[in-house]
């Protein structure tokens, strides 16, 4: 709730510049007035208790999306691996791991309500529990292609393709652990070319349709070839010199987003 406030506070200060949104049509009207917006999400679903009166108080707050899971198993289901505590390390690899009961409630009253659903951190047997209990787009607010970098977090191509068939979003993660399969001692670095190899690859399995940005500028750090936002026009000119169209960059960059918004929101 402190981090409510703040939000709140800091959207206040800035109201000039920024709105806070709760809708598609909300969105359209910044963009009309030359407005950004602001979308309030929460990365981890444990915040929930598992009391899914939590999760509805939290929508007339304002929260408009919600990964189900972080780096930790919880009432809802498993992540891709544990980064800390006991079970770090631990693969939550197995068919037996998926939503629980409550994490499949959550999904669906999720869909009701019209919180848009991330699979971002949550397993294999997860994300195709959310395939079968629902039905409208969720993204992977910032995971990549497994097949080009063999992180546990990044997605399958059946994943992929599912994905993509549902309408979802995939954003493509800023972070090095998660662009390239580093050998030991060199020296990590996200590089632009890395993130191009993921959007050619996600494009050439499932469509550009289903490709976004999703950065993780606030949960990564070391040597960053883009370092925050005032750098992506270097990665449209390196997209653009692998051979994607204008139109292909625009629906990457905001256009992909702005369709599943205007589903779900």
């Keep these: ?109 999720m869909e009701r ?12 047997a997860g994300i195709r529990d959310v395939l079968e209990h629902t039905s409208k787009p969720f993204v992977a607010s910032h995971s990549n292609a497994k097949k080009v970098c063999g992180h546990p977090r990044n997605l399958n191509d059946d994943l992929i393709q599912a994905i993509d068939e549902r309408g979802g979003v ?15 001692g060199e020296e990590e670095v996200s590089r632009i070319e890395d993130m191009v190899k993921h959007v050619l690859y996600i494009r050439d399995l499932a469509g550009i349709d289903c490709i976004g940005l ?3 500028f606030d949960g990564i750090d070391g040597e960053l070839e883009i370092a925050s936002p005032e750098d992506l026009p270097l990665l449209k000119k390196a997209l653009r010199e692998a051979g994607l169209k204008e139109s292909e960059i625009e629906k990457i960059f905001y256009q992909n987003v702005l369709r599943l918004y205007k589903d779900i929101l």
């Design 1 to 109: 709730m402190r981090l409510l406030d703040v939000f709140y506070n800091e959207m206040e200060k800035n109201k000039d510049r920024i709105s806070f949104v709760k809708s598609y049509q909300e969105i359209e009207d910044n963009m009309k007035n030359g407005k950004m917006s602001a979308l309030l999400t929460l990365e981890e679903g444990g915040v929930c208790m598992g009391n899914i009166r939590l999760l509805r108080d939290f929508y007339r707050l304002g929260v408009r999306m919600m990964t189900l899971t972080w780096n930790f198993p919880n009432e809802l289901g498993f992540p891709a691996k544990v980064t800390e505590g006991n079970l770090k390390g631990t693969l939550f690899d197995g068919d037996e791991y998926g939503l629980t009961e409550t994490g499949i409630a959550f999904v669906k009253e």
């Design 113 to 124: 309500l019209g919180i848009i659903i991330d699979v971002s951190h949550l397993n294999d």
């Design 214 to 216: 999703g950065s993780d």
């Design 170 to 184: 995939i954003g493509i993660n800023y972070s090095s652990s998660f662009l390239r399969d580093w050998e030991e």
